[in-house]
């Protein structure tokens, strides 16, 4: 019996996938938060019913108005007993501990360090939340979670979907609740 030559049609082919990354188990489980100015009371309540040992690391991607200057660290931090801190560059993720978006800019996550990027727009759109959930997706692999608080547009709607093709968690707060900013998660 012959071998097929190389080339040959009959011959069985491997079908090779591209490996994928283990994820370092190093870094806490990443909960990535995106919300616009309309999500911040929500945002405020459900950092308020997390416990200080969570074990769970929160990045929060808020949709602002570029012009925004705010002392959003200082409000979310009188809101919460987790230590609160705006991403100025770049920095490892530590559990029990929120960061936040700096105005203007965007986030990355690879390897568990957040990097803070030049906003870059996507169909002619500033989409951070979309941006930081993609990256959020391809570190964290199956051990990601996205979840968006009530705002307008569609920033976030691709990053979710990229969580969930990864295997991820993805939640969103009901509209319905949006109104009264009620939410309930822990």
């Known amino acids: 019996m012959t071998e097929p030559a190389a080339g040959d049609p009959n011959k069985p082919t491997a079908v090779v996938e591209a490996p994928k990354m283990p994820v370092k188990l190093d870094t806490p489980p990443i909960v990535g938060i995106g919300a616009s100015a309309g999500g911040l009371e929500a945002l405020d309540r459900f950092l308020g019913q997390v416990p200080p040992d969570s074990g769970l690391a929160f990045v929060v991607v808020l949709h602002l108005d570029p012009a925004h200057k705010g002392h959003l660290a200082e409000r979310l931090q009188r809101c919460t007993t987790l230590q609160v801190e705006q991403v100025d560059e770049s920095v490892r993720v530590s559990p029990d501990h929120v960061y936040l978006i700096a105005p203007n800019t965007g ?9 803070r990027v030049e906003p870059a727009p996507m169909h002619g759109q500033h989409l951070p939340i979309d941006v930081f959930f ?13 979840l968006v608080l009530s705002g307008m547009g569609r920033d976030g709607t691709l990053g979710l979907r990229a969580i969930k093709d990864a295997g991820g968690l993805t939640l969103a707060q009901d509209p319905a609740e949006a109104q009264g900013n009620r939410i309930t998660l822990f």
């Open 134 to 146: 993609r990256s959020l997706a391809q570190d964290r692999q199956e051990h990601s979670i996205g």
């Open 107 to 115: 986030l990355s996550l690879r390897q568990g360090v957040l990097h």
